[in-house]
């Protein structure tokens, strides 16, 4: 019964072949057709769908990344050309101011010469009036120790 | 041989049968019940399960989906690498059925214990292993290669009879034999093998013992399958190929 029947005998049999060999066939192909509606179109679809979807996103991200990129290359260029410019202003108004600054030192310093200068005649007619003044006194206390020294008739004389 | 297995049997409680059929008649016709109702299971658990993961697709995956998701990626691999990036997409359904069909087939063998289940004759196994089945698939093959190779060469597909010299020709006409012989044969032995070895080993020591050829089985059964979705695949592949 049990190792027998490994050859096919009047009925059984591990070879034992017979209408099921054709159904299981149609079976399959029918199984073929429900899995292609059920599974594989459906899924496959989400598979593609998805891939498409990453792709466009992929690429619309690379498309920004480069408008970013160009975006920054010109905002450097033009942040380059301000910095320029700012220079150029600073280098400009510091010339203008030490232009300014040697002028004023120059007017002050002549100014001051000027003052200088007239103090100094001043100071020579004071000293004139001064000695002038001076001169005067010393020619009436000279006579007046004159007169204590000698007597007024001596010195009168 | 029977004689040694005929006395095991006497002392174990179950018994091992083999080539033994639940016969249906419908018009005459006889067919092999057990096969039937274990490829419907089969047949059931995968439609289920496609109709559960494409219930509401999402452009995020997760579960059932990403499931399937994975298993139609590693089918399109499969077809991709055998057939080519440029005619591989037709062939999908086929060859994924066939990986589908014979995997879960396998593993309902392997995993299901279907000996559980009483049946006026035979015993339930995996549909793979009956010889009806694996000739139905091989032949199925058989057909795919030469529609694939008619429909895109016409008639130009028999000069590969005789590339690259017609002193081939015989060898070549033989090919088609010998292609869905060796495919059928190779998956209806190795899971009859496995189921037989997994039975004997339970009758000769029930525990643990044969937990690790049941593993083994697991494995062969997955490689089995790849192996006759591979192969279907590159006989498709071999028929569209261009000739030189």
């Known amino acids: 019964m049990y190792w027998t029947v490994l050859l096919a005998e009047a009925e059984g049999g591990l070879f034992d072949f017979d209408a099921t060999l054709p159904l299981m066939a149609v079976q399959f192909l029918i199984l073929v057709a429900i899995l292609n509606a059920t599974f594989y179109k459906p899924i496959g679809k989400a598979i593609d769908e998805r891939d498409d979807y990453v792709r466009g996103n992929e690429t619309a991200a690379r498309d920004r990344l480069a408008e970013v990129k160009q975006a920054t290359e010109q905002y450097e260029k033009e942040l380059a050309e301000t910095r320029k410019q700012a220079q150029a202003i600073v280098a400009e108004a510091r010339d203008a101011a030490s232009k300014i600054a040697a002028r004023d030192l120059s007017e002050a310093q002549a100014e001051a010469i000027r003052k200088r200068e007239a103090a100094a005649a001043e100071i020579e007619q004071q000293k004139q009036v001064a000695f002038e003044s001076l001169r005067g006194q010393v020619d009436a206390l000279s006579r007046q120790m004159l007169e204590k020294l000698l007597g007024s008739e001596l010195a009168s004389r | ?244």
């Open chain 2, 1 to 244: 041989m029977s004689n040694l297995f005929n006395n095991l049997n006497a002392v174990t409680l179950a018994s091992l049968e083999v080539g033994q059929h639940w016969y249906w008649e419908i018009g005459g016709l006889k067919l092999h019940g057990q096969v039937f109702l274990t490829s419907w299971f089969v047949i059931a658990v995968l439609v289920v399960a496609s109709v559960l993961a494409t219930q509401s697709i999402q452009r995020v995956p997760s579960g059932l989906q990403n499931f399937m998701e994975f298993g139609l990626e590693f089918i399109r691999d499969l077809a991709k690498t055998q057939i080519g990036e440029k005619e591989y997409r037709p062939w999908v359904p086929f060859v994924g059925t066939l990986f589908l069909f014979i995997f879960v087939s396998n593993w309902s063998g392997a995993l299901v214990p279907w000996k559980l289940f009483e049946i006026p004759a035979g015993e339930l196994a995996a549909p793979t292993n009956d010889i009806n089945t694996t000739v139905a698939l091989s032949l199925l093959t058989s057909l795919a290669y030469f529609y694939a190779g008619i429909s895109k060469k016409g008639l130009g597909y028999f000069a590969r009879y005789v590339e690259p010299t017609p002193v081939l020709l015989p060898i070549n006409i033989l090919e088609d034999f010998t292609k869905p012989l060796s495919l059928s044969f190779r998956l209806f032995g190795n899971i009859l093998a496995d189921e037989l070895v997994v039975a004997v080993l339970v009758f000769l020591v029930p525990l643990i013992v044969p937990l690790p050829v049941m593993v083994l089985g697991l494995f062969t059964s997955a490689i089995q399958a790849l192996i006759f979705a591979t192969l279907a695949a590159a006989y498709i592949g071999e028929a569209l190929e261009d000739h030189h």
